[in-house]
C-alpha cells in the first residue's frame, strides 16, 4: 500500500515537473524562435554585404550618434532634477513625477504627433522658431529632441531611485568636513549611486537607438539626415530585404550587450 502510494506521489511528482517544463520551454521558443529566424535568414557574407551599404552604414552612424547625443543631454539635464526629486519635498512632486514619467507610457505616435504640434512651422513654438529662421522639423536636431523626450523618464527614474538609496549621513559629513554642495554631490552622493546611474544611462540609450514612432512623425525618414536604423529597416524591407535583416542583427546585438552590461552592473552592485 505505501509503496503504491509513493508511484502514485512521484508520478504526480514527474506530471508537474513535465508541465512546468513545457511551459517553459514553449515560453523561451515564443521570445527566441522570431530572433533566431532573422540570424538564420542570412549568411554571413550577405550580412558583411549588407552592412557596407551606403544607406546602411549611414543608418547605423546617425542612429550612434543621435543616440550618444542624446544621452548625454538627458544625464546632463535628468541628473540634477532626479536628484531633486530624491532630497527635496517640494509641493506637487509627486505631480511632477508624473509629468515626467508620462512620455514612458504615451504611444510612440502620439508623442511623435505632440512634438510635431509643439515644434512644426504652424506649432506652438515651432511658429516662432520658423520666424527667426530656425527649422527643427525633418532635420537631425528632430531625431535627437525625439529620443529625449521618449527616454529621458527612463534615466530619471532610475537616477531617482539610486540617488534615494544613498544614505544622507555620507553627505552630511562631507558637509561638516568644509566641502561645497557641488563638490559633496560629485565625490560622494554620485560615486555611491552610480551603479544605479549607469544602469539608467544605458537603459535611455537603448531606449534612444530604438526608437521609431515618434521619430518618423518628427524627423521623417531621410536617408543620410534622419533615417536611425530602426527606420531604415522600416524603409528597405520592400526595396532590400537583406539589408533590412542586416540592420535587425546589428539592433539585435547591441541590445544583447547592453542586457550584458545591465546584469554586470546589476551583479557588481549585488
Not at 544611462?201 to 539626415?225: D, H
Request: glycine residues 8%; charged residues 10%; aromatic residues 8%.
Amino acid at each position: 500500500m505505501i509503496s503504491g502510494q509513493t508511484r502514485i506521489h512521484k508520478g504526480k511528482k514527474q506530471c508537474i515537473l513535465l508541465f512546468f517544463s513545457l511551459i517553459i520551454l514553449t515560453t523561451i521558443l515564443f521570445f527566441t524562435l522570431p530572433v533566431f529566424s532573422l540570424l538564420l535568414k542570412i549568411t554571413l557574407e550577405e550580412f558583411v554585404s549588407a552592412i557596407l551599404k551606403p544607406d546602411v552604414k549611414s543608418a547605423i552612424f546617425l542612429s550612434l550618434i543621435t543616440a550618444t547625443t542624446a544621452t548625454v543631454i538627458i544625464v546632463l539635464i535628468g541628473t540634477p532634477l532626479a536628484f531633486l526629486n530624491a532630497r527635496v519635498s517640494y509641493p506637487c512632486r509627486n505631480f511632477v513625477e508624473t509629468l515626467i514619467d508620462l512620455p514612458i507610457v504615451l504611444p510612440p505616435s502620439v508623442a511623435g504627433l505632440a512634438l510635431l504640434v509643439l515644434l512644426g512651422r504652424r506649432g506652438l513654438i515651432g511658429s516662432y522658431l520658423n520666424d527667426i529662421g530656425i527649422a527643427i522639423i525633418f532635420t537631425t536636431l528632430a531625431v535627437i529632441i525625439a529620443q529625449v523626450f521618449v527616454a529621458g523618464p527612463l534615466y530619471i527614474r532610475q537616477a531617482k531611485s539610486a540617488f534615494a538609496m544613498v544614505d544622507p549621513v555620507y553627505e552630511s559629513a562631507a558637509r561638516t568636513l568644509g566641502a561645497s554642495p557641488l563638490k559633496t554631490f560629485l565625490k560622494i552622493t554620485v560615486p555611491l549611486a552610480r551603479t544605479g546611474l549607469l544602469s539608467g544611462v544605458i537603459l535611455s540609450f537603448a531606449r534612444a537607438i530604438g526608437e521609431f514612432g515618434a521619430t518618423i512623425m518628427v524627423a521623417g525618414n531621410l536617408p543620410g539626415k534622419t533615417q536611425t536604423m530602426p527606420l531604415a529597416i522600416y524603409g528597405l524591407m520592400q526595396s532590400d530585404i537583406t539589408a533590412s535583416i542586416a540592420l535587425s542583427i546589428v539592433l539585435i546585438g547591441i541590445s544583447c550587450l547592453i542586457l550584458v552590461l545591465i546584469r554586470i552592473i546589476s551583479g557588481r552592485s549585488a
